[in-house]
């Protein structure tokens, strides 16, 4: 049974700190679908969202382009997790992600999450509540940021 969720894209805001040149973001969210091809095999497809489930594959992009001459540098992008949605890791380099809210931050391996009894354990992509990107001057005028979520 599909339970209801209407993806607001206005939940994946990004967060920006100051840059030499004003650097614009636009973000988009895909659900990741499966196809047959007819031949035998699949194909993964990008829709854009509508009613999702539990379980349902997320892509969210992040594109950022200098508004003046220069290359973006020295500029973060800081991405809140949508409580419905479960991080599912990104490819881009040098992205860390928080699991408290965005006090603390780090590569997922790293981080430890304290239960309520007080036991430790290592944190789970279902923990994560921020990503964040800090890109350089080699990041160049524009460019794209991804990861990946689950509909919880």
Known sequence: ???PFLFA?????PGTALAADPVALT??????KTSATGQGRNRIVLEPPGRMASGDRLVFML??????????G????????PAAVAYQGTSDPG????????????PLARLKVTERDGT???????DVTHVRW???????????????????
Do not use: C, H, Q
């Not at 973000?27 to 990741?32: A, D, I, K, L, Q």
């Not at 430790?120 to 279902?126: Q, Y």
């Open 1 to 3: 049974m599909k339970t």
């Open 95 to 106: 992205a860390v992600v928080s699991i408290d809210g965005g006090r603390n931050w780090g």
């Open 27 to 32: 973000s988009m969210v895909f659900v990741e």
């Open 63 to 72: 594109n950022y382009r200098s508004a003046g001459a220069r290359s973006v």
């Open 9 to 13: 894209l206005g939940l994946i805001v």
């Open 120 to 126: 430790v354990r290592s944190a789970r992509p279902e």
């Open 134 to 152: 800090t890109l350089n001057p080699a990041a160049g005028p524009a460019g794209r940021l991804m990861f990946r979520g689950v509909v919880r």
């Open 74 to 81: 020295d500029f973060v992008v800081t991405n809140p997790m």
